[in-house]
């Protein structure tokens, strides 16, 4: 019989933060311990005790007035967790057919349970995807990347066109919404105006218009053609990242 040691409580909560950072982190910024904290749910002063923990254990970098990072051991540690939730939401959504709002919450529950056997495994029953349901890459079993070609939306210049390729936010509040708009992976859009002073953005998708705010604009990523005058009816329908992930 094979026996797997379970994770306790305290290292299922290190790998829940380390998860976040990786997540907040993503642009090259330090995380606050605010953003840390309503990532992972709980109170600042929660927050900031267990970033303290962390860096205690060197896997988390603090500086006053900055904010907290990943260490190089972070990093690897947090990059194993991205890649089991990720093949998680796979499984749940291709295999079982739960919903892209479900199978966040449902992988952050069974994470925990996934040991390198399991992942394995699992890994290969799905012919090693490289993205996960959101679009976002599932790093290498040496935890290096996939290549994204893409571009964040609201670094686009109006005019440009092209396909989602990735979504990159958890919150399952925006995912449903944007999913309600019919914003998916996959879908064709043209990019139509920027409002100035960080105002909505304006896009075309088939023949519905959508404004997005800023914050929403941020998490959605272009496969893009190009730069070009909008053209009266239809269209049809690349950057990479310094880690290229957060998902999920």
């Given at each position: 019989m094979v026996k797997m040691a379970p994770q306790?409580?305290?290292?299922?909560?290190?790998?829940?933060?380390?998860?976040?950072?990786?997540?907040?982190?993503?642009?090259g910024k330090p995380a606050d311990t605010g953003d840390v904290a309503a990532r992972v749910g709980v109170s600042p002063a929660a927050a900031s005790r267990m970033l303290r923990n962390l860096a205690g254990k060197k896997l988390v970098s603090l500086e006053a007035y900055k904010g907290a990072e990943l260490t190089r051991g972070g990093m690897n540690r947090a990059v194993r967790v991205v890649r089991r939730h990720r093949l998680l939401e796979v499984f749940l959504h291709k295999v079982m057919g739960f919903n892209l709002r479900e199978t966040h919450?449902?992988?952050?529950?069974?994470?925990?349970?996934?040991?390198?056997?399991?992942?394995?495994?699992?890994?290969?029953?799905?012919?090693?995807?490289?993205?996960?349901?959101?679009?976002?890459?599932?790093?290498?079993?040496d935890v290096s990347?996939?290549?994204?070609?893409?571009?964040?939306?609201?670094?686009?210049?109006?005019?440009?066109?092209?396909?989602?390729?990735?979504?990159?936010?958890?919150?399952?509040e925006v995912?449903?919404?944007?999913?309600n708009q019919g914003l998916r992976v996959g879908v064709s859009i043209v990019l139509e105006s920027v409002a100035p002073f960080d105002g909505p953005i304006t896009l075309r998708l088939a023949r519905k218009t959508?404004?997005?705010?800023?914050?929403?604009?941020?998490?959605?990523?272009?496969?893009?053609?190009?730069?070009?005058?909008?053209?009266?009816?239809?269209?049809?329908r690349a950057v990479t990242t310094r880690k290229s992930k957060a998902k999920n």
């Open positions: 306790n409580e305290r290292e299922r909560s290190v790998d829940l933060y380390l998860h976040a950072l990786f997540l907040l982190t993503d642009q919450e449902r992988a952050l529950l069974m994470q925990a349970t996934v040991d390198e056997a399991f992942e394995e495994k699992l890994d290969e029953f799905l012919d090693r995807p490289t993205v996960d349901p959101h679009g976002c890459p599932i790093p290498s079993k990347w996939p290549r994204m070609v893409d571009s964040v939306l609201a670094k686009l210049p109006t005019g440009s066109s092209g396909r989602i390729s990735r979504i990159t936010s958890e919150d399952t995912l449903g919404y944007l999913r959508i404004h997005l705010g800023r914050r929403l604009a941020q998490v959605i990523h272009i496969e893009h053609n190009s730069t070009r005058t909008m053209p009266k009816s239809g269209t049809k």
